[in-house]
């Protein structure tokens, strides 16, 4: 017997719906936390390793690998540029996302995604960060993201479903971060 798998956008829709079903009866189950190890390695270089984390009311064990990403400064930042910068990597996360998201929840909606590229782009002025002047923002003072779809819906809905986005969420709403020092 031959069975077929509803997949749209590269994304198995019946799994999909069988997870939102699920949520829906218990949303115990919605709950992640997902963790990463970094060790600063010198100057600005560090290297992260991620594998574990909590998800679908359990300690998840399926990962085979760890993960590994760095990140380090260009020369001109004092770095010796062996990886993106932090903030590089921020605009890496929030473009993945927000396409993952759209795409999702376009197969979610029955639309099509044949294509998307995007390029994001985010200012910072290092005075923030410097400590030349108070105020002036130490992060990006704006991040501009130019999304190239492919598909039949309209701009709108494409927007609308990117806006699902856990990142887009952490970052145009301020999250809580704790931080604790130990020696």
Request: with cysteine.
């Amino acid at each position: 017997m031959i069975t077929s798998t509803n997949v749209k956008n590269g994304v198995n829709v019946d799994q999909l719906v069988e997870t939102i079903e699920a949520v829906q009866q218990n949303p115990e189950l919605a709950k992640f936390e997902f963790r990463s190890k970094n060790n600063w390695i010198d100057g600005g270089h560090c290297v992260s390793s991620i594998k574990s984390f909590y998800g679908v009311g359990q300690e998840d064990t399926t990962r085979q690998e760890t993960f590994t990403m760095e990140c380090d400064h260009p020369n001109v930042l004092l770095g010796n540029d062996k990886a993106p910068t932090p903030p590089e990597v921020v605009l890496h996360a929030l473009g993945s996302c927000l396409t993952a998201a759209m795409t999702y929840h376009a197969a979610a909606h029955g639309i099509d995604i044949e294509g998307a590229e995007s390029t994001l782009e985010g200012g910072i002025d290092l005075q923030g960060f410097l400590g030349l002047d108070p105020e002036i923002r130490k992060g990006f003072d704006g991040i501009k993201f130019k999304l190239k779809v492919k598909s039949d819906a309209t701009i709108e809905q494409l927007k609308n479903l990117a806006k699902f986005s856990p990142v887009f969420d952490m970052i145009t709403n301020p999250t809580p971060v704790s931080i604790e020092i130990v020696k």
